[in-house]
């Protein structure tokens, strides 16, 4: 009888764990290799702040906004500036879906002027203005008695541009300049939501600058500033404790011309604000939009008008974006809403 040799056991016990120790080793080099690549090539952290690139759900036709349930919603494309070109969802209110059948970009335009609100919806980073949860935000608009324009911008969908924060201001800029040129006295809302909200309060700081501010502005889901965004963001939780997490990580989001500093923004907006955050959210959290209604609260450029904060429970699992699912948001938006179009009239 042949014995098996007694070192056997032992020798494959020990290549596991050279196998092992080798993996750990390698995973460890990945992991303090990253924060010296974010550093030497800033443009890695801009493209985390944006995710452009992620287009979820992939397979949409951005032309036919009706495959995705929006039949009163026309698809237009719009030219901020020579070389971009972005593309524009436009939504009609409940009362014109039947009208708006099978019409053509122009009775949408006209149908702008009609005695219905409309609110700018400026989504935030990844996907596109095709996106589930967004597109069942429109039906709730829409079915509230709303027009809702919104937009991909620059670089993402089918628009054409590089992203950066600048871009995607003039692209909103020029939007709801578009909007106002045909939407006559009726009221104008802005709408932000998570990276969207950084967009939305540079966008009223420049009309309220300007003197043209729209009637409110709604932030869902907000930030303070990007920086303080990206240390509580959960993508950072392996290395918020890692030496120099500033340095490597939120200095480059600076560097790249990337601040959405709604907390100095709302300092210089003048117009109602409403802020809808959810307990449980876990990519922007809830603390950073109470501090950012705070701010906005004890400002004197809100001495004027109306800022509020609706909480949402974390046992109603609305997250980071499933506030539309509200059976309150209705009455929220109607009573919010109403104050401000009478305080916009008088």
């Known amino acids: 009888m042949k014995r098996t040799p007694s070192f056997s056991l032992p020798a494959r016990r020990y290549g596991l764990w050279f196998r ?22 800033p443009a890695i952290q801009a493209k985390l702040v944006f995710l452009n690139f992620v287009r979820v759900p992939y397979f949409i036709d951005l032309k036919r906004p009706q495959d995705q349930g929006l039949n009163h919603t026309c698809n237009y494309y719009l030219q901020p500036e020579e070389d971009v070109t972005i593309g524009v969802w436009h ?110 309060t540079n966008l009223v700081r420049r009309l309220c600058e300007r003197e043209t501010p729209p009637d409110a502005l709604i932030l869902e889901s907000p930030f303070t500033n990007i920086r303080e965004e990206a240390r509580s963001h959960p993508f950072s939780v392996i290395y918020r404790y890692f030496p120099g997490f500033d340095w490597f990580f ?24 409403l802020i809808l955050h959810a307990e449980d959210d876990p990519v922007v959290p809830f603390h950073l939009g109470k501090k950012l209604y705070n701010i906005a609260a004890t400002s004197r450029s809100f001495r004027d008008y109306k800022v509020q904060f609706v909480p949402f429970h974390t046992d109603l699992g609305y997250r980071h974006k499933y506030i539309y699912r509200s059976p309150e948001l209705p009455r929220i938006l109607r009573e919010f809403l109403g104050k401000s179009e009478h305080e916009h009239h008088h």
């Open 91 to 200: 939504t009609v209110p409940a009362a014109l879906w039947k009208n708006a059948r099978g019409k053509d970009q122009l009775w949408f335009e006209d149908a702008l002027g009609s005695s219905h609100p409309v609110i700018l919806y400026l989504h935030g980073n990844a996907g596109t203005r095709g996106g589930d949860h967004r597109v069942e935000l429109y039906k709730v608009l829409s079915s509230l008695g709303y027009h809702v324009v919104t937009f991909d911008y620059r670089g993402w969908g089918d628009s054409i541009g590089s992203p950066s924060e600048r871009g995607m201001t003039y692209d909103a800029l020029h939007v709801f300049d578009w909007i106002k040129a045909r939407s006559g006295d009726n009221p104008v809302y802005i709408w932000g939501h998570s990276l969207g909200t950084g967009v939305a």
């Open 20 to 41: 092992l120790r080798k993996l750990i080793i390698w995973l460890l080099g990945v992991y303090i290799a990253i924060p010296f690549l974010v550093k030497l090539c």
């Open 250 to 273: 939120l200095d480059p989001i600076t560097t790249s011309g990337i601040k959405f500093a709604n907390d100095e923004n709302v300092k210089y907006i003048s117009c109602s604000l």
